[in-house]
């Protein structure tokens, strides 16, 4: 089993910048963020392959949002920035391990995690 703890949820303006980590227990073939807005589905946001560092973004995020891991530390992170209104969603991470692949999907889908941690809130305001 692996426990995945998030932290660096909280408020920010418009435009700014906000950094999430997924502290992981262990090691992992993929880590993945997913957001869940109010009234709406939680969708995919970024993963990351952890051995080689491999990315893929939503196109929602893409060129805003980064995601990167410290091998060393078992942990994850999603660097947002130039944050919108569009943004404020619940995020969680989430971690594939075990199996060392990814479906035709690339690791995007909720499906493909094993184990999630508890949520972060993220609120952009104007």
């Known amino acids: 089993q692996v426990q995945l703890v998030e932290s660096g949820g909280g408020l920010a303006q418009a435009g700014g910048s906000l950094r999430l980590s997924c502290a992981a227990s262990?090691?992992?073939?993929?880590m993945g963020w997913f957001r869940q807005a109010p009234g709406k589905e939680r969708e995919f946001v970024a993963r990351?392959?952890?051995?080689?560092?491999?990315?893929y973004y939503a196109d929602s995020v893409k060129g805003r949002f980064t995601i990167s891991r410290d091998k060393a530390k078992n942990t994850g992170y999603l660097q947002m920035s130039s944050l919108k209104r569009e943004d404020t969603a619940v995020y969680y991470c989430a971690v594939r391990e075990g199996r060392n692949y990814c479906s035709a999907y690339g690791c995007s889908r909720e499906s493909e995690y094993d184990y999630w941690g508890q949520g972060t809130q993220v609120t952009v305001s104007s």
């Open positions: 262990g090691g992992s073939y993929a």
């Open positions: 990351i392959l952890w051995s080689g560092g491999s990315t």
